[in-house]
T-cell receptor, first 114, second 117 residues
Framework: AQSVSQHNHHVILSEAASLELGCNYSYGGTVNLFWYVQYPGQHLQLLLKYFSGDPLVKGIKGFEAEFIKSKFSFNLRKPSVQWSDTAEYFCAVKARTGGFKTIFGAGTRLFVKA | GAVVSQHPSWVICKSGTSVKIECRSLDFQATTMFWYRQFPKQSLMLMATSNEGSKATYEQGVEKDKFLINHASLTLSTLTVTSAHPEDSSFYIC?????????????FGSGTRLTVV
């Protein structure tokens, strides 16, 4: 079955530490890839997206993600996290083979210690 | 940019009553709309895919008679939670697609928090 997997459910980092959140998907063919962030008490916000072209995508707030087709991965990175990055992060995939439905990973809850 | 409006943003209803949630694309025509549910501390789960003028396609495990979806126009889809029960309390989010092929884009609404008491 088509699925989206996020490897870490909870991550705790100190400020200024580097962040990498894993995301793998099982869809074949052309995919659109997304990372969303949900701050406590708020709704989803789009961090970044990949449709085509340069596999290294830069998003808002210093986040970036790299699409590695051979690994079916789209990992999210940030060189130096801040306390304000405390939130839940969702990887999402949309594919023609999936009927264009956007399927979300289970989410990774990030807590950044000040 | 594309905006998807969802209304109401929050609603409290009594057990056994029905609640209607609207999802509107304000400045574009949506080829397809999607409805999601997010329980506390969980991810978004796709409930159904809605195309204008046709019956919605429900995901496995979602009761179509309980969650009625009407996609009356290219800018409006509604989700009605019928005979709501406390276990239906959740955050319901819609999203709307526009464009085709590589130009296909998706926008999420701001969600509706439903509390059934």
């Amino acid at each position: 079955a088509q699925s989206v997997s996020q490897h870490n459910h909870h991550v705790i980092l100190s400020e200024a530490a580097s962040l990498e959140l894993g995301c793998n998907y099982s869809y074949g063919g052309t995919v659109n890839l997304f990372w969303y962030v949900q701050y406590p008490g708020q709704h989803l916000q789009l961090l970044l997206k990949y449709f085509s072209g340069d596999p290294l995508v830069k998003g808002i707030k210093g986040f970036e993600a790299e699409f590695i087709k051979s690994k079916f991965s789209f990992n999210l990175r940030k060189p130096s996290v801040q306390w304000s990055d405390t939130a839940e992060y969702f990887c999402a995939v949309k594919a023609r083979t999936g009927g264009f439905k956007t399927i979300f990973g289970a989410g990774t809850r990030l807590f950044v210690k000040a | 940019g594309a905006v998807v409006s969802q209304h109401p943003s929050w609603v409290i209803c009594k057990s056994g009553t029905s609640v209607k949630i609207e999802c509107r694309s304000l400045d574009f025509q949506a080829t397809t709309m999607f409805w999601y549910r997010q329980f506390p501390k969980q991810s978004l789960m796709l409930m159904a895919t809605s195309n204008e003028g046709s019956k919605a396609t429900y995901e496995q495990g979602v009761e179509k008679d309980k969650f009625l979806i009407n996609h009356a126009s290219l800018t409006l889809s509604t989700l009605t939670v019928t005979s709501a029960h406390p276990e239906d309390s959740s955050f319901y989010i819609c999203s709307a697609d526009r464009g085709e092929g590589q130009g296909r884009r998706n926008t999420f609404g701001s969600g509706t928090r439903l509390t059934v008491v």
